[in-house]
């Protein structure tokens, strides 16, 4: 109750937009065209009342597994980015829903909590990591959920619901259908010696580090979903994937389920990748990949084609 109540106190309306916005230096790929309308709600106040008054919006955090089109988008984005509070009360932890994972994932170990360790290499925040259910070594999000407070955009009101109504599984949950919008998220987490914690959290970035790119080489994160008993790295590497190089765009040569901005790309660029990575392993293995990067704005006639092979 504490917490929503300090939520309510001391919002000051100073609302950020941004019109005609070129968003591409927002995303982790580095590509995107220009945005008709962005917000950057600073409170939750803030954020419920563009919920509330806007009828067509995306809500986006920190842009991490998205493909924006090259062309723009002749709309409203909502970014969550400035949604920074956060809270440790002994064991419970609360966030709104542009907390960074890296960020809490750290502020946790210093407080001896375990179970964000898996959030240190992740660039994403926590609303779209719940609404994903993310996840890595062996931990996901949902794991140390108790409650979310979410925007409901068909009632328009504010609800809460408990971790057991939220159809958590891999790579899904309950917000994955756009019906509802994290607002903040409380997870209880568990005491643990600081040593052990901060010694899980440095083998996690090693880790990351050796089989995963580096922000500095624009990317966003796996491009498709792992198959049920399966890697889609693994049979994007026996696919032969890791060869593909194209003027702007390759894979990436540590691991074959990552493309790599290599300077100018577009999303056109990238949607023609992915589709030679998907021709070659449902030749191979007759295995239809599902990905796993969100393509968010106005398609092209060509980038529609190939967005319809991705999800056909």
């Known amino acids: 109750m504490g917490w929503r109540l300090a939520l309510a106190i001391n919002e000051v309306i100073s609302l950020i937009i941004k019109e005609d916005f070129e968003i591409k230096n927002l995303t982790t790929y580095k590509i995107g065209g220009k945005v008709k309308k962005l917000y950057f709600p600073e409170t939750q106040s803030e954020f419920t009342e563009i919920l509330k008054e806007l009828d067509n919006y995306i809500v986006l955090g920190s842009c991490s597994n998205i493909l924006f089109s090259s062309n723009g988008y002749n709309g409203n984005i909502i970014l969550t980015t400035e949604l920074k509070q956060f809270e440790i009360r002994e064991t419970k932890v609360f ?63 504010i609800i809460y619901r408990n971790k057991e109504e939220l159809d958590f599984s891999y790579r899904h949950s309950l917000l994955k259908d756009g019906r509802y919008i994290l607002l ?55 696919a032969g994937v890791k060869t593909y190089d194209l003027p702007r765009v390759k894979v990436w040569d540590n691991h074959a389920n990552f493309i790599i901005n290599k300077g100018g790309a577009t999303s056109e660029d990238v949607l023609t990748l992915m589709v030679m990575m998907y021709n070659a392993v449902k030749s191979q293995y007759t295995i239809e990949l599902k990905p796993e990067i969100l393509f968010i704005g106005d398609k092209t006639e060509k980038e529609e084609e190939l967005w319809n092979i991705l999800y056909r």
Do not use: W
């Not at 660039?123 to 994903?132: E, K, T």
């Not at 198959?227 to 693994?234: C, I, M, T, V, Y």
């Open 184 to 238: 903040h998220a409380e997870f209880e987490l568990k005491k643990a010696p600081q040593e052990d914690i901060q010694s899980l959290i440095d083998r996690n970035l090693e880790f990351r580090k050796n089989i995963q790119p580096s922000l500095k080489t624009p990317n966003a994160g796996s491009v498709f979903k792992n198959p049920e008993n399966d890697s889609a790295g693994r049979l994007l590497d026996k």
């Open 95 to 157: 966030a709104a829903a542009g907390v960074k994972g890296p960020l809490l994932a750290q502020k946790t170990a210093e407080a001896g909590l375990s179970g964000f360790e898996f959030m240190i290499g992740f660039p994403g925040s926590i609303g779209g990591d719940i609404c994903m259910n993310a996840g890595a070594h062996g931990q996901c999000i949902s794991d140390n959920l108790t409650q979310c407070c979410l925007f409901d955009t068909k009632t328009k009101e």
